[in-house]
């Protein structure tokens, strides 16, 4: 069992910067990949980012590729997502999840987490 907790959400204007973390705790954080999703009102949970257990391996959904930055810190349990330049549209409720290493499907599908966390709001005001 994966406990997460993310943080770091708030309201910011365009063109602004936030930086989410998600604290682990429980199993070894560094058995899991993890990735960052969001939810906007009325959507599905779309993917963002996500990261391999050793950090060595990065994925960016196309609308957020040069603009966010996934990073972990495994001595810490800590997954980050720096994110610069927000538009109004990247408005939403974060989530990380937890992906086993063992499991050798897509970061980029929400089907391949296991752990999630209750989410962080960002809104980004024109």
């Known amino acids: 069992q994966v406990q997460l907790v993310e943080s770091g959400g708030g309201l910011v204007q365009a063109g602004g910067s936030l930086r989410l973390s998600c604290a682990a705790s429980?199993?070894?954080?560094?058995?899991?990949?993890m990735g960052w999703f969001r939810q906007a009102p009325g959507k599905e949970r779309e993917f963002v980012a996500a990261i391999r257990w050793s950090g060595g391996n990065t994925y960016y959904s196309d609308s957020v590729k040069g603009r966010f930055t996934i990073s972990r810190d495994n001595a810490k349990n800590t997954v980050y997502l720096q994110m610069n330049s927000l538009k109004p549209e990247n408005t939403a409720v974060y989530y990380c999840g937890a992906k086993p290493s063992g499991n050798s499907g897509s970061y980029y599908s929400v089907d391949n987490y296991i752990y999630w966390g209750q989410g962080t709001q960002v809104t980004v005001s024109s």
């Open positions: 429980g199993r070894t954080f560094s058995y899991y990949g």
